[in-house]
């Protein structure tokens, strides 16, 4: 016969400086250990602290408690002068310890493993993890994945073999490697060490009301859209850039793709549905994703976009990218501006950024 056990009630756990007594009591001790695990706002001065802050203690009934400083701020309270200068300090130790990591990844042999740049860090795994995401916008694999591919093209160029490369790039097996070639290349190793060898690309030169525009695809998809005053120096870019592909123009299917691309740069509201064959590092990728979200009509500055793909602090980096864009239109780069609503930089043309905004705001089409 068995014996009927009493119930029992699970037990939920106490979390430390839980209530708003124990904080109280916390903040008026300056317990360093508190600091952590909540923050203090006043409401007389609109700043919020560390529990441990040196400032001259407040009234109980001119406090409201938080569980971190993002709750603090989206309540409207701002750091105090001593938190704020805190925070620079560990954003700037953040910000070397993950430039380290980055030349750390560059100059491995192969990728290293996420324990290993943690440790290096002095961080634990997840911790690095996010700082690293958060300070450059990729996952240390995605970079890694992307330095390697930088490496390999390096390589291809330089090695006495295609095998060679592959090695020298930080890949343990070449079986490893060309199941991920394409996505690496857009084309076979080979052929990209050939300058496009073995690749047939399609183009078409045609006009429009910015000027002469060029529009050639792969097997994979549209690989360049340009603009430009002279048709034929638009064909000669073409050509440097892949000087071994079979390059074949005038094909009158391929009129209606170009057809379908100027009638996207006349009336923006058509939008452009092709596949796009877009090739970059990872980041590059993440900002031009970023850039198509854009709506027509409307701009976003350097400084929104790297908020959006989640790099604050890579400004820079966006506008490095949004110049290495070769997909006019389809990658909308010239709807981006500097802080103000100021024009900068386009591949194609300041006047031709302009007339394109001008064209997208006043709803042609």
């Given at each position: 016969?068995?014996?009927?056990?009493?119930?029992?009630?699970?037990?939920?756990?106490?979390?430390?400086?839980?209530?708003?007594?124990?904080?109280?009591?916390?903040?008026?001790?300056?317990?360093?250990?508190?600091?952590?695990?909540?923050?203090?706002?006043?409401?007389?001065?609109?700043?919020?602290?560390?529990?441990?802050?040196?400032?001259?203690?407040?009234?109980?009934?001119?406090?409201?408690?938080?569980?971190?400083?993002?709750?603090?701020?989206?309540?409207?309270?701002?750091?105090?002068?001593?938190?704020?200068?805190?925070?620079?300090?560990?954003?700037?130790?953040?910000?070397?310890?993950?430039?380290?990591?980055?030349?750390?990844?560059?100059?491995?042999?192969?990728?290293?493993?996420?324990?290993?740049?943690?440790?290096?860090?002095?961080?634990?795994?997840?911790?690095?993890?996010?700082?690293?995401?958060?300070?450059?916008?990729?996952?240390?694999?995605?970079?890694?994945?992307?330095?390697?591919?930088?490496?390999?093209?390096?390589?291809?160029?330089?090695?006495?073999?295609?095998?060679?490369?592959?090695?020298?790039?930080?890949?343990?097996?070449?079986?490893?490697?060309?199941?991920?070639?394409?996505?690496?290349?857009?084309?076979?190793p080979r052929d990209w060490r050939g300058g496009g060898a073995n690749t047939r690309i399609r183009f078409a030169v045609g006009q429009c009301s910015l000027g002469a525009i060029l529009v050639a695809q792969s097997v994979r998809g549209i690989c360049?859209?340009?603009?430009?005053?002279?048709?034929?120096?638009?064909?000669?870019?073409?050509?440097?850039?892949?000087?071994?592909?079979?390059?074949?123009?005038?094909?009158?299917?391929?009129?209606?793709?170009?057809?379908?691309?100027?009638?996207?740069?006349?009336?923006?509201?058509?939008?452009?549905?092709?596949?796009?064959?877009?090739?970059?590092?990872?980041?590059?990728?993440?900002?031009?994703?970023?850039?198509?979200?854009i709506p027509a009509g409307e701009t976003a500055t350097y400084s929104e976009i790297a908020e959006r793909i989640g790099s604050p602090k890579a400004v820079r980096a966006v506008g490095q990218a949004c110049g290495a864009n070769l997909l006019a239109?389809?990658?909308?780069?010239?709807?981006?501006?500097?802080?103000?609503?100021?024009?900068?930089?386009?591949?194609?043309?300041?006047?031709?950024?302009?007339?394109?905004?001008?064209?997208?705001?006043?709803?042609?089409?």
């Open positions: 016969m068995s014996t009927l056990l009493p119930a029992t009630t699970a037990r939920v756990p106490v979390l430390p400086y839980g209530s708003e007594d124990v904080r109280w009591a916390a903040v008026q001790a300056r317990d360093a250990k508190a600091d952590g695990h909540f923050v203090y706002g006043v409401r007389t001065t609109g700043v919020y602290c560390r529990p441990s802050a040196a400032s001259r203690l407040p009234r109980r009934e001119n406090i409201e408690f938080f569980d971190s400083a993002e709750a603090a701020e989206a309540a409207g309270y701002r750091a105090s002068q001593r938190l704020a200068a805190d925070q620079t300090a560990a954003s700037a130790q953040r910000a070397r310890l993950v430039a380290q990591a980055c030349r750390h990844i560059e100059q491995a042999e192969s990728p290293p493993a996420l324990e290993e740049l943690a440790e290096g860090a002095g961080l634990s795994p997840w911790h690095f993890h996010r700082v690293f995401k958060a300070e450059t916008g990729l996952t240390p694999k995605a970079y890694a994945d992307a330095a390697r591919a930088r490496r390999l093209r390096d390589e291809l160029l330089g090695s006495a073999t295609v095998t060679d490369a592959i090695y020298d790039a930080g890949f343990n097996a070449s079986s490893r490697f060309y199941e991920q070639s394409d996505a690496l290349l857009g084309m076979s360049a859209i340009s603009l430009g005053d002279d048709a034929d120096q638009l064909v000669r870019d073409l050509q440097d850039r892949f000087p071994k592909a079979e390059l074949t123009g005038s094909e009158p299917e391929f009129d209606e793709l170009v057809a379908s691309v100027v009638g996207f740069v006349e009336q923006p509201s058509l939008g452009l549905d092709l596949p796009l064959d877009v090739r970059g590092t990872a980041f590059q990728q993440r900002v031009w994703q970023a850039l198509q979200q239109v389809a990658i909308p780069c010239h709807r981006v501006v500097r802080r103000g609503g100021d024009l900068s930089g386009y591949r194609w043309g300041i006047d031709r950024k302009r007339a394109l905004l001008l064209r997208e705001q006043s709803g042609c089409g």
